[in-house]
């Protein structure tokens, strides 16, 4: 009987020790892959942006670059930050985002903020010299807490665009 209780007790130890790593391993495996997207996403960004000679900015949450003559558009709508290069070439960068903004800044650093009417995403075409993203984003398995990653990324200059204010 004593054997029993005692072989009982190491049972139980030993499975609620395996359930421990299991769920650590899953909300692990989901932090991995939520980074490993913000990763790539934030280079290709950086490398597109980099190259840009021209922006346009369709919306607060959508910006299109003129990279080596080809229009390449970021855009986040739905939880989802992806990339088009054309009309079918759309390209998922990461998911499961909870917030998300594009920040552009001037020449000399000043935030440009107003992208609500087509007259002021117009003057910020012309005045965006920096882009910056900023976004959080999340994962969840039914076997653990949620995962979540905090992402501000350093401000791209767009080196091929010519800006003088």
Known sequence: MISATL????LLAVLTTFLFLGRSGANLMNYSDMETQARKALELFAEDTRQASDVY??????VRLTVNGSSITYAYSG?????????????????????????AYTISGTAISDFSTAAARL?????????????????TSQTVTTATNIVLSARYVLRNKAVTA
């Open 79 to 103: 939880g989802v930050f992806t990339r088009s290069t054309g009309f079918a070439n759309s390209t998922t960068l990461l998911t499961g985002i909870t917030t998300f903004s594009f920040l």
């Open 57 to 62: 900015w369709n919306s607060a949450d959508s």
């Open 7 to 10: 072989g009982s007790f190491v």
């Open 123 to 139: 003057s910020a075409n012309g005045k965006t010299k920096q882009v910056q993203i900023s976004l959080s984003a999340a994962r």
